[in-house]
């Protein structure tokens, strides 16, 4: 299980934030929740917008959705996750255009 830690510190020594909260809709994504999606920047979303709304697409970059680690509880008493929210629900039009362009090129 030790390993798995070493797969969540990035390059420069910092940990993932684990952000609290979907940007779309808001919902809670604790630490330990399966249902958090991100892309390479750590924007954070849950399943449920991710999937169904998203199409796996982040709306801020372009980039796939993948399901966010687990941080191991032990490690969570020194390395916390993030308590600040971000809430930027998504404009569906532009979002749509934007897929759709991808899937074309």
């Known amino acids: 299980m030790v390993l798995g830690v070493f797969a969540l510190i990035r390059h420069d020594g910092h940990m993932l934030e684990l952000r609290p909260s979907c940007e779309n809709c808001d919902v809670d994504l604790p630490a330990d929740s399966p249902d958090a999606r991100i892309c390479t920047y ?31 509880p032990e490690m969570l008493a020194t390395h916390p996750a993030s308590t600040v929210r971000v809430y930027k629900p998504v404009d569906l039009e532009v979002h749509r255009a934007r897929v759709e362009s991808r899937l074309t090129t």
């Open 42 to 72: 750590e924007c954070t979303w849950c399943a449920t917008c991710a999937e169904a709304v998203l199409q796996g697409v982040c709306p801020n970059c372009g980039g796939n959705l993948e399901r966010r680690p687990i941080r191991p």
